[in-house]
């Protein structure tokens, strides 16, 4: 409907926001109503009909370049094999997955979504603050709703899809930093390591966050935050309308999918801009630009926030950083300062191997200071490091996104493009540098392999992040002073990481296992709560088997595991929990029990193989189902 640059491959980063601020425009009216999922679905299909007959009449664009359209090709192709692991590792769900898949399956399922807390897991709690529009899940459940599959099968087998989209936004955010074709594709190829085959743990055994692109913390990072990246530096460099508003379709959806990214990105887009003027000793047109692009990237969150605003202060785990500085220090991946605390060095670096290597690539970017890209690597990772290394600001962001969410900010430093810079660099040596690149990576994988657990065990290597800032901003100033242009991308960069990734993904796919599609509830327990429990019923359990309950099931539940609900004044969740623990473990009698289960407007009781319960008082229920350890009753009135 807007137009577009001829043959231009910012049409996807583009095409892909845009169409996320349909679907947000299709929920509302939704929302707005009272209706089912399917208002969304033809709020959709009109809008895309009326944009296919505008298009219709509009001239016929060029094709892309030819460079273009083969590396893009080749991007397809190599997520080819990506995206059959990743299908074939799926599952289970577990964590952040169950609790997205609750929501997605609420959307999907009910026939009257008259609020936003009707997906909820509570019915009388309140919204979260990170996820009260819930866009995303609200794609996974149009997906579902459109291919007639169970919500689980899309939150599972989604992501294989999703890579080949992962990789080519990468492309086209490489592209545009880079400024070649080469650099894109050198971008993917380090991009799939770092994020994928790099990361082994007792959690992921199979590609890594490529496994939970079907959730919002994934769809963030991976996709929406390179579209963004990539239509902001395409304003800054060349202008336009058209991406203009791309750039504020893509800040809104990042900020409606998943709030605390969006300043992360804004963080790294602001230090890039900062970096560019050290590095030319001036300013350009382009920094002007890049100002307005900065501002249509943070308006729609500052919007947002505003209406966030009232939830975030019910939040009971905001505010009181300080106050848990100390109790925080015990595992390593922080440093404590008096009533301050940091990020540590050594959380920073453990990572894995690509990580490592991107933490010690950054300084060399003073060697192309011309280049559009050095900026970029090295303003966007100091700025990064400065938040998370210095106790004061550090601890401010934690205050106002909790910690949980604070420490992700790691994830946001430019290491891919660090290292895709570093294979450029490389490439005057050719067939040398391809021989070191493959040393260096196996030499990483070995000594590096990295660590994911939440609290940092093995030893890391703190004297990279070191390495990184002082030597990042003794390359600012060596770069405003030399102002180096570096070579120009060419092949070899592709084939040096290549080389370079060739370790860690071999390591990584060494690694992977089929996964199991259910977890501690059993494929007969779910058909259950499915067969006799109602839409938008009450189901009272132990926190863990509500929680699944609510995945698989659209039901509301009493409790659920701390820290998979938002810790807010309506929620209650300590409350809920403390009830759940005296129903079946305390000292109550029957009526006490039967008071409870009333109170939290309960009608179904579902006991677990772990709980007991007096034989006295589940006499007094209907049992409809028992297996596999549990049992199923209705709670009478």
Not at 32 to 60: M, Q, Y
Not at 153 to 171: C, D, Q
Not at 586 to 604: E, K
Request: proline letters at 6%; a positive charge.
């Amino acid at each position: 409907m807007l137009g577009w640059p001829a043959g231009s491959v910012l049409s996807l980063p583009s095409s892909f926001v845009l169409s996320l601020t349909v679907v947000a425009g299709g929920l509302a009216l939704t929302f707005a109503i009272g209706g089912s999922i399917l208002v969304a679905v033809g709020f959709v299909l009109a809008v895309s009909l009326v944009s296919a007959a505008i298009g219709v009449k509009k001239p016929a664009h060029a094709r892309l370049e030819r460079l273009d359209r083969r590396a893009l090709t080749g991007s397809l192709v190599g997520a080819i094999p990506v995206a059959a692991v990743t299908w074939w590792a799926a599952g289970p769900l577990f964590g952040d997955g169950l609790f997205h898949l609750a929501r997605a399956r609420k959307l999907a399922e009910f026939d009257a979504l008259s609020a936003l807390t009707t997906v909820d897991e509570f019915k009388d709690g309140g919204l979260h603050p990170g996820y009260a529009f819930p866009l995303w899940q609200g794609v996974d459940a149009l997906i579902a709703r459109l291919a007639g599959v169970d919500v689980t099968a899309v939150l599972l087998y989604l992501p294989a899809i999703l890579v080949p989209l992962a990789f080519l936004l990468a492309y086209v955010a490489g592209k545009t930093v880079f400024g070649s074709w080469s650099g894109g594709v050198a971008l993917v190829v380090i991009q799939a390591a770092l994020v994928g085959f790099s990361r082994r743990d007792h959690f992921f055994e199979g590609t890594g966050l490529f496994e939970t692109l079907s959730q919002p913390q994934a769809a963030s990072r991976l996709l929406l935050a390179p579209a963004l990246l990539a239509l902001a530096v395409a304003f800054a460099v060349n202008g336009g309308r058209v991406l203009l508003v791309s750039v504020a379709a893509a800040g809104f959806a990042l900020a409606v999918v998943h709030p605390t990214y969006a300043p992360y990105v804004a963080l790294v887009f602001g230090g890039f801009l900062v970096a560019r003027a050290v590095l030319i000793r001036g300013w350009e047109p382009l920094l002007t630009r890049g100002t307005v692009a900065l501002g249509a990237l943070l308006v729609p969150f500052g919007l947002l926030l505003v209406l966030l605003l009232p939830i975030v202060e019910g939040t009971q785990g905001l505010g009181r950083s300080a106050d848990r500085a100390a109790r925080l220090g015990h595992n390593n991946g922080f440093t404590v300062l008096g009533d301050w605390f940091g990020y540590s060095p050594s959380a920073i670096a453990r990572e894995g191997p690509v990580v490592v290597a991107g933490l010690l690539a950054i300084p060399f970017a003073a060697f192309a200071a011309r280049r559009l890209w050095a900026a970029f690597v090295l303003g966007g990772s100091l700025a990064v490091l400065v938040v998370l290394l210095t106790p004061p600001l550090f601890t401010a962001l934690s205050d106002v996104v909790s910690v949980s969410q604070s420490r992700r900010l790691a994830s946001f430093i430019p290491l891919g493009f660090a290292v895709a810079g570093a294979c450029i660099l490389l490439s005057r040596f050719r067939m040398l540098a391809g021989g070191f690149a493959f040393a260096a990576g196996l030499v990483l994988v070995i000594v590096y392999p990295g660590e994911f657990t939440r609290t940092v065990e093995a030893a890391a290597p703190a004297w990279a992040v070191v390495f990184a800032v002082v030597g990042g901003f003794v390359a600012l100033a060596a770069g405003a002073l030399l102002r180096g242009g570096g070579p120009t991308p060419t092949a070899w960069a592709v084939a040096i990481a290549l080389a370079f990734t060739a370790p860690v993904a071999v390591a990584g796919l060494n690694a992977v296992q089929s996964g199991e599609t259910v977890g501690g509830l059993t494929p007969a327990v779910i058909a259950a709560l499915r067969e006799h429990v109602g839409p938008g019923e009450v189901v009272f359990s132990d926190p863990e088997t509500a929680y699944e309950a609510a995945a698989y099931a659209p039901v509301y539940i009493n409790a659920a595991p701390r820290g998979n609900v938002a810790d807010t004044k309506r929620n209650r969740p300590r409350a809920r929990l403390q009830d759940a623990r005296r129903f079946f473990h305390g000292p109550m009698t029957n009526a006490s029990r039967a008071a409870m289960l009333d109170r939290y407007g309960a009608d179904w009781l579902v006991v677990g193989p772990t709980e007991t319960l007096p034989t006295s008082f589940l006499g007094t229920l209907p049992r409809v189902f028992s297996e596999d350890g549990f049992a199923l009753y209705r709670v009478p009135g």
